[in-house]
């Protein structure tokens, strides 16, 4: 897919940079816009037919996200995925969610298990429907759920505002059937801990949940080597020797 498949999206209380920037930001995040696909200021304003201006701040948004490079005297590109930033992108997430589970075992309401329950039940049909960004959206819902009841909200969109490279390879390794199955049961796991007050139990489970892609990191790159910076491949190339001897 490249920008003139793509719609700009519009809600009422977006003005016009907002909807760049958002737009832009969840067709990344979606693998819809490629990393390395260059991005034309002139082919977007003309495609959504806005000024040069909103796409420009966009841009410049998106570049302090880490999400595109621009390049002087080249233009801007989809930034291609960093493994140093997945890490640190997974470590943030990781660290304020133990907390925020420790906080909701204690204070959690019937509805919060209800809505959780919910969110499963959306990634079974997902899962059914071949739907990965869904199935990811409620993936996230899922998580978002204990940062919004206890008050938190603000930690969780840090999270968000902050994981687009970890998101992008999160949804890579949903391509594997497998991997979407065992996510599915994993959040069951999570639920079922956390209904009977295994803090432990619930953490343990969370943190295999979230570091998993660890593991399917050099499978990843062999299969899009041309989604990862080139010091991925150096790296992985290291790992591949050291394995063999």
């Not at 920037?21 to 819809?32: E, M």
């Not at 819902?141 to 505002?161: G, P, T």
């Not at 943190?207 to 990843?220: D, G, N, V, W």
Request: glycine residues 2%; proline residues 2%.
């Amino acid at each position: 897919m490249n920008i003139n498949e793509i719609t700009l999206s519009k809600h009422s209380s977006f003005n016009i940079g907002d909807s760049v920037y958002y737009t832009l930001r969840k067709n990344i995040v979606a693998l819809n816009l490629k990393p390395g696909e260059a991005l034309s200021i002139k082919d977007i304003s003309d495609r959504w037919n806005v000024s040069r201006s909103p796409v420009r701040d966009a841009l410049i948004k998106l570049e302090k996200e880490g999400l595109v490079d621009i390049i002087p005297q080249k233009g801007t590109i989809v930034s291609k995925i960093d493994l140093k930033r997945v890490a640190e992108e997974r470590f943030l997430r990781q660290s304020l969610e133990e907390s925020a589970v420790r906080e909701f075992i204690k204070t959690y309401k019937e509805s919060d298990i209800a809505i959780l329950r919910h969110y499963i039940e959306m990634q079974v049909q997902s899962l059914k429907d071949n739907d990965y960004a869904s199935f990811l959206t409620f993936d996230d819902n899922f998580h978002s759920v204990f940062f919004k009841s206890i008050d938190k909200n603000m930690c969780w969109e840090i999270i968000e505002s902050m994981s687009g490279h970890y998101k992008r390879i999160r949804l890579m390794s949903l391509w594997d059937e497998k991997i979407l199955s065992d996510v599915v049961l994993q959040h069951q796991e999570v639920l079922e801990n956390i209904c009977n007050s295994n803090f432990e139990g619930a953490v343990e489970i969370l943190r295999k949940h979230l570091t998993k892609i660890s593991t399917e990191e050099m499978e990843l790159i062999k299969k899009y080597p041309d989604f990862f910076k080139e010091q991925d491949h150096h790296n992985l190339a290291a790992k591949s020797f050291y394995g063999s001897i």
